[in-house]
């Protein structure tokens, strides 16, 4: 009988020995999640979590967004200046992070970006499925009004080659011209787009693009000249600075000076965070487009706007 009990502890031991080893374990095949230097997309570092019980995993990614990639043109999730304050768990399981009010200096695509590379990065460890951001105590709003509540890894897409998209849902507002091209028409759009896009990218690129059939027949008419392409968009302290091919200076017949600029001018305004537009053409400043003055930012002109009949 002592034989067998012998050979029972020491099994037992082993057992014990190895599960103990086991849970100590580094966990791989986790990953730290960044933005790329152009801010069009979420890229990854591998990174083999340490700590093996929730919360310790937790802390260690809370630091690990202060960790610089190792690819240059990668950058960090998570700017310097915005500090994150601590974590709870909620009711429902979610990991609930709390950052301070400069989380609300990042904006557009750049916020968009961040929340997408924080939330996969969190959402690696067991048990966590959902994320909440809260900014300086209360729940994050967006745009003042909207509240983002729990967010899970399934709501940022990946795209092939580790990139990552984030399909979102908006009403925006484009310009086109009357029918008799001295005025503009409002056409309120819902789209869904990659979020990964800036919203101004797509709105301008549906304006170069013209009326959608429903649009035709409520009188609405292109603004932009055929083939006009947009090379680049950025936004920046206020300023949306659009950059157009040389086909843009061609001109529209029937259709006024005022219109076809106005068209970009009021159409990039009636979004979020932008007072002014410069308008570029292949990167350069152009003086007149007639006689339009191009070489300051304009504000937007609702004498232009006109109601639909």
């Known amino acids: 009988m002592k034989k067998y009990c012998f050979w029972f502890v020491l099994c037992l031991s082993l057992f014990l020995i190895g599960c103990h080893k086991k849970?100590?374990?580094p966990v791989t095949g986790t990953k730290l999640f960044y933005i790329n230097n152009d801010e069009t997309a979420i890229v990854s570092e591998p990174y083999d979590l340490q700590s093996t019980d929730r919360n310790g995993q937790v802390e260690e990614f809370l630091k690990a967004l202060s960790i610089e990639p190792q690819n240059s043109d990668y950058k960090l999730?998570?700017?310097?200046?915005?500090?994150?304050?601590?974590?709870?768990?909620?009711?429902a399981g979610q990991l609930q992070l709390g950052f301070d009010i400069n989380y609300y200096n990042v904006t557009g695509i750049s916020e968009v970006l961040m929340r997408a590379a924080i939330v996969k990065t969190f959402t690696q460890i067991e048990g966590i499925t959902n994320v909440e951001f809260y900014v300086n105590g209360r729940p994050l709003m967006l745009d003042g009004e909207n509240w983002v509540g729990m967010m899970s890894a399934d709501n940022f897409l990946d795209n092939a080659g580790d990139f990552t998209s984030y399909s979102q849902i908006d009403q925006v507002s484009i310009f086109f011209a009357n029918e008799t091209g001295d005025g503009l028409l409002e056409s309120v759009r819902t789209i869904e787009y990659n979020g990964s896009i800036p919203i101004e990218q797509i709105i301008i690129e549906q304006l170069i693009a013209g009326p959608l059939d429903i649009e035709l027949k409520a009188g609405m008419r292109a603004t932009v000249p055929e083939n006009t392409v947009l090379n680049k968009i950025s936004k920046k302290d206020g300023i949306c600075t659009v950059d157009l091919s040389?086909?843009?200076l061609n001109k529209l017949p029937k259709t006024t000076e005022a219109v076809t600029i106005y068209s970009i001018v009021n159409t990039l305004i009636s979004e979020e965070n932008i007072d002014r537009v410069q308008i570029l053409i292949n990167g350069e400043v152009t003086n007149l487009y007639r006689k339009i003055a191009l070489d300051q930012p304009l504000e937007r002109n609702l004498d232009i706007i006109k109601s639909e009949k």
């Open 23 to 25: 849970v100590n374990e």
């Open 77 to 91: 999730a998570k700017p310097k200046d915005i500090t994150l304050l601590g974590y709870n768990f909620g009711d």
């Open 246 to 248: 040389s086909e843009f």
